[in-house]
């Protein structure tokens, strides 16, 4: 199983852990990446923002944070760290679902750890994209394979 969730506090209750589950399988195996595992993990907003303060001296909150474990012996890729809270504030911001918002922070958490980044315009086109393009691949797919 390509996918380990944490969710101490049941944040993910609100949303389909199928989905996100099929998701993350469809695009781990786009990427040619099905044999790896990766720990999402659903936090608080402080708690986000004390990890963000701690390992980007950043001290404020954010959505998502990815950790790579590549030096790992197993066949780890890394964490991905979600604030519930956060993504409350995107989908009021994107008009997205519960389920789309946590999807598409999900795969932008994938990018990170594959060593994408958004520190300029250049790069933020290319990973924004890129994240775009999974996610539609990956819901006209579902939505094919999945209503007949």
Known sequence: MPLIISDSNNYTRRFNKLSLNNAITYVLKRLKLSSKIIYI????DYKMKKI???YRQKNTSTDVLSFNYKNSSNNILGEIL???NYCKKNILKNKNSLSKEVIILSI???????GYDHDNL???????????????????????????
Do not use: A, D, P, V
Not at 41 to 44: A, H, L, P, R, Y
Not at 108 to 114: A, D, E, N, S, Y
């Open 82 to 84: 979600i604030s519930m």
């Open 52 to 54: 963000n303060n701690e």
């Open 41 to 44: 993990t659903f936090i608080s």
């Open 122 to 148: 250049k790069n933020e086109k290319i990973m924004f994209e890129l994240q775009e393009k999974l996610y539609s691949e990956y819901r006209s797919k579902f939505l094919k394979t999945h209503n007949h």
């Open 108 to 114: 932008h958490g994938i990018l990170h750890l594959l």
